[in-house]
């Protein structure tokens, strides 16, 4: 079974500029989730998407948006690039609607360096 | 707010001690408390975890208790061994917003 994958690994982009960050969940998997992690903050969560519904989101401005596909794919986007936004980025998915013990499979990430 | 904290950045082991990385929170109302193992370049990995009705979890050379009353959890790795070498994350999902709480991280460094 093929894990989270996230494209693209790394990328560098311009203050100003914006940003689309794409997320594939383990088949079969309708929830993701995407997480930012910068040196010292851990993982801040930005948001979660189940059956193409934003269920929740994390306290980032309104330059950070996301949307889920029918087919649970995700993409999540930065606009008006700061240098702040320099970071980790994770997707993470898990099977059902309902967490439980609130285990979360990570993708290998989206490392986004803005100059 | 920080619900969930780790207050060490980094911990250094001899091979073969037991390591011990600590954890604390605030919110009474978590039910479930997790571990997550992350290499440089990787995304975390589930390593362990914990309900709150417990005190203890085993698993292998991982262990995790749980002190509510301090509202405190540890995990202990023994024998720690070089592939140990990570950054540790403890979590709780917040079910009421669909996420997990994050700590901070520890970077563990186990020495041959």
């Known amino acids: 079974k093929a894990g989270v994958t996230q494209t693209p690994r790394y990328l560098i982009k311009t203050r100003g500029q914006q940003v689309t960050l794409s997320c594939s969940p383990i088949?079969?998997?309708?929830?993701v989730s995407w997480y930012q992690q910068t040196p010292g903050q851990g993982l801040q969560f930005l948001f979660e998407?189940?059956?193409?519904?934003?269920?929740n989101k994390g306290n980032f401005p309104g330059r950070f948006s996301g949307r889920q596909f029918s087919n649970s794919r995700s993409e999540m986007n930065v606009s008006t690039l700061e240098l702040g936004d320099s970071a980790l980025y994770l997707c993470a998915s898990r099977p059902s609607q309902v967490p439980n013990t609130g285990e979360l499979f990570f993708g290998e990430g989206s490392r986004l360096t803005v100059l | 707010d920080q619900q969930v904290k780790q207050n060490s950045p980094s911990l250094s082991v001899q091979e073969g001690r037991i390591s011990i990385l600590n954890c604390d929170y605030t919110n009474s109302m978590f039910d479930y408390f997790l571990w997550y193992k992350k290499y440089p370049a990787e995304g975390p990995t589930f390593l362990i975890s914990?309900?709150?009705?417990?005190d203890k979890n085993e698993d292998g050379r991982f262990t995790v208790f749980l002190n509510k009353s301090a509202k405190h959890l540890s995990l202990h790795i023994v024998p720690s061994q070089p592939g140990d070498s990570a950054v540790y994350f403890c979590?709780?999902?917040?079910?009421?917003?669909?996420?997990?709480?994050f700590g901070q991280g520890t970077r563990l460094t186990i020495n041959p």
């Open positions: 088949s079969g998997h309708r929830s």
């Open positions: 979590a709780a999902p917040d079910n009421g917003a669909q996420k997990l709480v």
């Open positions: 914990i309900s709150s009705i417990k």
């Open positions: 998407y189940f059956s193409e519904t934003q269920r």
